[in-house]
C-alpha cells in the first residue's frame, strides 16, 4: 500500500494552503521559505482546499498567501482535492513553522492536526479550474485532533 503525505501549514493569520494554480501556490510557498525551513521538497501535483467552517458568514477556504484572523480558524477544517488523485490513502499534517513567534522558532514546529486514512469521495463536490473536487474524509480517528492556532504575536505560516 502505498501512503501519500500532505503537509498543510496552517497557523493563525498566515495560511497557506489552496488556490487555483499549482504555479502560483508553488511560488508563494517557496517565497515563504516553507520547503526550507521545512526541511522537505514541495513540488505540488493537485490543488488541496482547506475550508474553515464559519457560524456567521459563509465558510472560508483558504489561498496561497491569505492571512485569516485567529477567530476565522476555530475550525476544525475540511479538505479537498482538485484533480486526479488516485484513491489514497493519505495523510494530512497541520503544522506551524513560526511557533512561538516568527522570529523564535525554538518551540517549531507546533502541529495543529495530524490524520490519516483519508481518501477522496467518488462523486465530485464541484470543480476549480476545471478540475473535479472531491472531499477528502477519513475512516479512522486523527492520531491527534485539529487544534487552533494561538499565535502569541506577529503573521505565521
Keep these: 500500500m502505498r501512503l501519500n503525505i500532505l503537509v498543510i ?5 498566515l495560511c497557506l494552503a489552496q488556490d487555483r494554480n499549482l504555479q ?16 522537505a521538497p514541495f513540488n505540488p501535483s493537485v490543488l488541496l482546499e482547506v475550508t ?9 477556504t483558504l489561498h496561497a498567501g491569505l492571512q ?19 484513491s489514497g490513502p493519505f ?6 513553522l ?6 523564535d522558532h525554538s518551540n517549531s514546529q507546533v502541529r495543529h492536526f ?12 464541484g470543480a476549480v479550474e476545471g478540475l473535479q473536487v472531491h472531499a477528502l474524509t477519513n475512516s479512522t480517528p486523527a492520531v491527534s485532533e485539529f487544534k487552533q492556532p494561538t499565535p502569541t504575536s506577529g503573521i505565521h505560516r
Excluded: C, H, W
Design 9 to 13: 501549514l496552517s497557523a493563525a493569520y
Design 24 to 39: 502560483t501556490v508553488k511560488q508563494t510557498f517557496d517565497a515563504a521559505n516553507i520547503p526550507t525551513d521545512l526541511g
Design 52 to 60: 474553515f467552517p464559519e457560524n456567521d458568514t459563509a465558510p472560508i
Design 68 to 86: 485569516v484572523p485567529r477567530n476565522e480558524t476555530a475550525g476544525p477544517p475540511t479538505f479537498a482535492f482538485a484533480g486526479n488523485v488516485g
Design 91 to 96: 495523510v494530512v499534517a497541520m503544522v506551524d
Design 98 to 103: 513560526d511557533a512561538p513567534s516568527p522570529t
Design 114 to 125: 495530524l490524520g490519516g486514512n483519508f481518501r477522496p469521495s467518488a462523486s465530485s463536490v
